[in-house]
């Protein structure tokens, strides 16, 4: 699997590297960092409302060398920092507008940042507002974040479109608890975009068992494609062996270009490397976004470390 792109349940493509810009030196310097991301070959800017950086990063993509009809943007609904109010259903449509004028450009996607933007009870009507803008054109793809088994079920009994894909914290150590989720998903043909895909190795305290392997597999990719193939890289390896889109961050311009590298790279993981980082990761569990994704969706009895 060394494809640059997944296919979306309508129809369109989606890249399968996201640099996002919600995080980190990315999102303080949203319009440089975006501009030397697309400049080193990247075409995939996730961002959102939430981020307090829509018109930078519409600034980034227009003023960059890249044509519009080459990048792929992607940004979401929700609370305004701060606030813990969800977004009342009479005013989704004028949310959804601000988001297109602070872009100055309709994105490719369009998400849903997590079921508490939503008023208790309404995630249905919620997505029926959105899939009421795709049909009048003012929208493109739509799709949902940090929705549980519950919040899926909600919005795909009877929708018009499904939700293309459900953008999650996503690495092994939540494999275990995700599983009910992602075997829902694709009964759906909903893809799975992935957040915080470097936790592993960046947030765990010691790296947990996985470690020692994904520097094993590190080194003999390295050695295989005469190229510096990092245990990070590893990690957005084993994502697109999965299917799963990396949404991932960096304001660094030499990681930027890495990132880039590996975007457009053929390397590859062995069938037998990406089922061992499944097993081994199911062995633990450690989220480091926990305010989403554990309420009413039970995690299960694993260690953390
Ligand atoms: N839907 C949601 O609710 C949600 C939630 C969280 C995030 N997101 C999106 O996902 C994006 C990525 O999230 P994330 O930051 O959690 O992803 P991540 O890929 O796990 O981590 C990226 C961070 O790791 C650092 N980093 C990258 N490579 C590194 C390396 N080799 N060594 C040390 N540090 C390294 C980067 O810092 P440098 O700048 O120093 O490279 C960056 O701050 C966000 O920007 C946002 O667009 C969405």
Known sequence: MSTTSFKLND????????WGNGTGQAKKDAIESGKLALAAGLRHIDTAQIYN??????IAVSQSKVPRSEVYVTSKIGRIAGDTQAVPLDQV?????ESLDRLGTVPELYLIHNPYVVPEGKLKEFWGILEDLKDEGKLKSIGVSNFRP??????VEGARYKPVVNQL???PYVLAHLEPLLAI???????????????????????????????????????????????????????RAKQV????????????KGLAKLYLSK????????EEIDRVGKTIHFRHYTEHMENDFPVPDLPSQ
């Open 11 to 18: 129809g369109t493509s989606i890249p399968w590297v996201a």
């Open 53 to 58: 950086n829509e018109e930078e990063t519409g």
């Open 93 to 97: 449509r004028k949310s959804v507008q």
């Open 150 to 155: 519950q919040d899926i079920e909600a919005v």
């Open 169 to 171: 914290e996503f690495h």
């Open 185 to 239: 998903q694709e009964k759906h043909n909903i893809l799975t975009t992935s957040y915080g895909p470097l936790t592993p190795l960046l947030r765990h305290p010691t790296g947990g068992p996985l470690k020692p392997i994904l520097h094993r597999i590190s080194e003999r990719l390295s050695a295989k494609y005469n190229e510096t193939i990092d245990a990070n890289a590893v990690l957005l390896l084993w994502l």
């Open 245 to 256: 889109v990396a949404v991932t961050a960096s304001g660094n311009a030499e990681r930027i």
């Open 267 to 274: 390397w590859e993981l062995e069938a037998e490397e990406v």
